[in-house]
């Protein structure tokens, strides 16, 4: 398959108070590195809400934290309802995990589309202030690698949901934040 955009191979991320910052992947090095053909199909990418199928909508757990801070999907339900008013679904039977009095339960609930916060979707760095604005405030005794983590699966979830919205890549929202300063507020 051919992607109407050059692949870029990236081996780490940082999140940063100003933004995100890929590391460009270096290739192959070292003594027991050899040039490989990739025998595999590159994953099919989509500007669609994939989850979502006949009114139901299924996730998982994005972040290591969903049983300290909840579930990122539970979080974000308001900014999913614009989008299902936009793309004029629903209502939408969701379900993804969440932690009740110490063990994992499937949060299943009937989500009815909304038009309240239609104008976020437009501005990805607004809506992730909207929902996450004190999240650092969490990292207290957190492992650093894994709160990156965390924050990144907080970013992606939320501008995922501006991608699907207006017809985008979720990969091109997070490179354009890299390099564009509005993106950086």
């Not at 991320?13 to 027991?32: A, D, V």
């Not at 379900?95 to 009095?101: A, G, L, S």
């Not at 983590?149 to 992606?156: E, I, S, V």
Request: hydrophobic share 30%; glycine share 4%.
């Amino acid at each position: 398959k051919t992607y109407p955009f050059p692949l870029h191979y990236y081996s780490d991320f940082k999140i940063t108070p100003t933004g995100l910052q890929l590391t460009p992947h270096r290739g192959l090095s070292g003594p027991c590195s050899s040039p490989r053909s990739l025998q595999h199909r590159l994953p099919e990418i989509s500007t669609e809400l994939v989850s979502l199928k006949e009114d139901h909508m299924l996730r998982g757990s994005p972040s290591a934290f969903t049983r300290d801070f909840g579930n990122i999907h539970g979080r974000v339900t308001k900014l999913r309802q614009a989008v299902y008013f936009l793309k004029g679904f629903g209502p939408v039977l969701e379900e993804y995990p969440e932690w009740e009095d110490e063990r994992v339960v499937w949060h299943k609930e009937q989500v009815y589309p909304s038009a309240e916060l239609v104008e976020l979707l437009q501005d990805p760095p607004a809506a992730y202030k909207y929902f996450f604005a004190e999240e650092h405030l969490r990292a207290k005794n957190q492992e650093p690698k894994t709160w990156q983590n965390h924050l990144f699966a907080t970013k992606a979830v939320v501008y995922e949901l501006c991608a699907i919205a207006n017809g985008e890549y979720l990969l091109d929202y997070l490179l354009r934040e890299s390099k564009d300063s509005r993106y950086k507020k």
